[in-house]
């Protein structure tokens, strides 16, 4: 019973080397002899066991640190930078990371790269501002040269309407004369409309409403004489009480006359603008190939100028050539715009770093 317990304390040096413990070897063995005859105790036989083990293990880690040199305080430093750093050297313990380090240490990553995308994706705003106003400014100068264009035409000196498609496409809103006669059992009606009257509506500017009398054009075919062809005049503006020819038959010219009027091309349905209802003789847009159709006329449509114009018939001059030009609020606004979030892109980013 006792040479179990003698053999634990043995087998805890056991591959060791050196007289010494091959002499307290001996020695426990020899101690041993009288507990295998039945002398002592249980209590005493663990005891004996057990201060073996502990004796043996002293002298094994006397040993080997006495052949170990002594550790400076470097060396002290590396034992314990390793002791924290290095894998442990149990077998059958793994080494795991530590969550709430790597999550410490990818939080200031990730904040870094969402601020990056942050500022680069909010500086599209300035820039796009910036692109679109520039682009207003084209768009102004443009406009600017249209209208110049369109008025030079308009004050131009009429000349010979021609019969060639090709060369009315780019006359539109040039003056032409002809000669010819009206066609007043044809007339069509391009309705509502209200008058083209430059000061009334110089004074309404702004105004929600209108004191402008609803009405209608009249349309007429009109037979050229020296050219042998019927063409569609705009005669101009009558209220609503006037539309029915029989109300007006002073303003009804029979005989040929001298006629001088501005190109105008075909349109095209805009939305919100009902449709033409030819049947009912209700126009709501210039359709020249339907109104060619309608009347027998070629697809030649003029408005007639304020100077043709007769007492108790249509009032003349009723051609719009104003364009709406607003692009210089459209300017102001985004080169604001981009000015504005450039400053607080400054602010929020720039002064930051």
């Known amino acids: 019973m006792h040479r ?11 591959g ?5 413990i091959r002499a307290w070897s001996r020695r426990r063995k020899e101690r041993a002899r009288p507990a295998a005859a039945g002398e002592g105790t249980a209590d005493q036989r663990q005891s004996s066991g057990a201060a073996g083990r502990h004796e ?14 002594p550790l400076s305080p470097q060396g002290l430093g590396s034992i314990v930078g390793r002791s924290v750093l290095e894998p442990p050297l149990h077998p059958g313990v793994a080494c795991r990371p530590s969550r709430c380090g790597s999550s410490v240490a990818g939080a200031p990553a990730r904040k870094v790269e969402e601020d990056s995308f942050l500022r680069w994706l909010l500086l599209l705003i300035p820039v796009t501002a910036f ?25 131009a000196d009429p000349i010979p309407l021609p019969t060639d498609p090709m060369e009315l496409n780019s006359l539109e809103y040039r003056p ?33 409403s209108s004191s402008a009398e609803s009405g209608a054009y009249v349309i007429t075919p ?8 019927t063409i569609l005049v705009n005669r101009g503006f009558v209220p609503k009480r006037k539309m029915n020819p029989e109300t007006r038959l002073k303003g009804q010219i029979q005989e040929e006359m001298d006629l001088v009027g501005i190109v105008r091309l075909t349109e095209t349905r805009k939305p919100f603008v009902p449709e ?38 249509p009032i003349g001059g009723q051609t719009r050539i104003t364009l709406r030009n ?3 609020q459209y300017i102001v606004t985004w080169y604001g715009l981009c000015a504005a979030t450039s400053y607080l892109w400054f602010k929020k980013f720039a002064r930051g770093t």
Not at 138 to 154: D, G, H, Y
Request: glycine share 10%; charged share 30%.
């Open 176 to 208: 032409v004369k002809v000669r010819g006669r009206f066609d007043h059992s044809k007339e069509l009606y391009m309705m509502p409309r209200t008058m083209v009257d430059p000061a009334r509506e110089a004074r309404e500017a702004g105004r929600i």
């Open 222 to 229: 009109f037979h050229c004489s020296d050219l042998g062809a």
């Open 276 to 313: 033409n209802h030819p049947e009912r003789n209700h126009w709501h847009y210039r359709d020249l190939e339907a109104m060619a159709r309608v009347t027998g006329a070629e697809p030649i449509f003029l408005d007639a100028d304020f100077k043709s114009t007769v007492p108790g018939g």
């Open 16 to 20: 060791r080397e050196g007289p010494e």
């Open 131 to 155: 692109g679109l106003g520039t682009w207003q400014v084209r768009r102004r100068q443009w406009k600017l040269k249209l209208i110049a264009e369109l008025e030079s035409r308009v004050m």
């Open 56 to 69: 043996c293990a002293r002298m094994c880690w006397g040993r080997q640190h006495a052949r170990s040199p």
């Open 326 to 328: 607003e692009h210089l």
């Open 4 to 14: 179990g317990y003698v053999g634990a304390g043995e087998r805890a040096c056991r």
